[in-house]
């Protein structure tokens, strides 16, 4: 099926410090998401982008966050600056119209 | 409260033995989507409905938006389908890239 590729696959880093989590999403598809999972368990939304553009956003999309996919490049998720809390996995998933696809995930560690 | 409960949480099978998950939506849901997350954390899609029935091999999902629940049935279970399997629907008041609302997903063993 579709690929969704994320880059990398793992990040540690030190809290305080920003960190920039990337994602080649399908080449045709049109909406980007960022999710978050903690430890293997529930998947929740963080936000959603569209022609540029934020659509939707959830309370875990804090502050400190911020996504862009400058001229059509990987589609990244920006967070500065990084506290313990935002240790998790995350996960890029892209759609042409409805059905999304993921990919592998990001591990962030923050120390 | 959670607006897609899935149950069971966990499961046990042996090999060639079949079972079914489920999840109930406490909000209308206009489509659902079923993964299976291995062992090294990727998500597999399994299946995308809007309505009705689909199977694929020895898979099968319904989805009942009247109802509110979808169903993934598991027949022949073979070890590799040992996983985590997780429902995820969209909300209909969303949009057209409408955010996935998660289960808490269902952890699958099939043995030997």
């Known amino acids: 099926g579709p690929k969704v590729l994320q880059i990398p696959s793992h990040q540690i880093i030190d809290m305080g410090q920003m960190v920039t989590l990337n994602c080649d999403p399908v080449?045709?598809?049109?909406?980007f998401y960022w999710y978050k999972q903690i430890l293997g368990q529930q998947m929740e939304f963080l936000v959603n982008f569209y022609n540029g553009k934020v659509m939707e956003k959830s309370k875990l999309f804090k502050d400190q966050f911020s996504v862009e996919r400058p001229d059509g490049s990987y589609f990244t998720l920006k967070i500065q600056p990084t506290a313990l809390e935002d240790s998790a996995v995350y996960f890029c998933a892209s759609s042409y119209y409805a059905e999304q696809f993921f990919g592998p995930g990001t591990r962030l560690t923050v120390l | 409260g959670d607006q897609v409960e899935q149950s069971p949480s966990a499961l046990s099978l042996h090999e060639g033995t079949g079972s079914a998950l489920r999840c109930n939506f406490t909000?209308?849901?206009?489509?659902v989507q079923w993964f299976q997350q291995n062992s090294r954390g990727s998500l597999i899609n399994l299946f995308y409905?809007?309505?009705g029935t689909k199977e694929n091999g020895r898979l099968k999902s319904t989805f009942n938006s009247k109802e509110s629940y979808s169903t993934l049935h598991i027949r022949d279970a073979q070890l590799e389908d040992s996983g985590t399997y997780f429902c995820a629907a969209e909300a209909n008041s969303g949009g057209s890239n409408a955010k996935l609302t998660f289960g808490k997903g269902t952890k699958l063993s099939v043995k030997s």
């Open positions: 909000t209308t849901m206009r489509a």
């Open positions: 080449s045709n598809h049109l909406y």
């Open positions: 409905l809007a309505s």
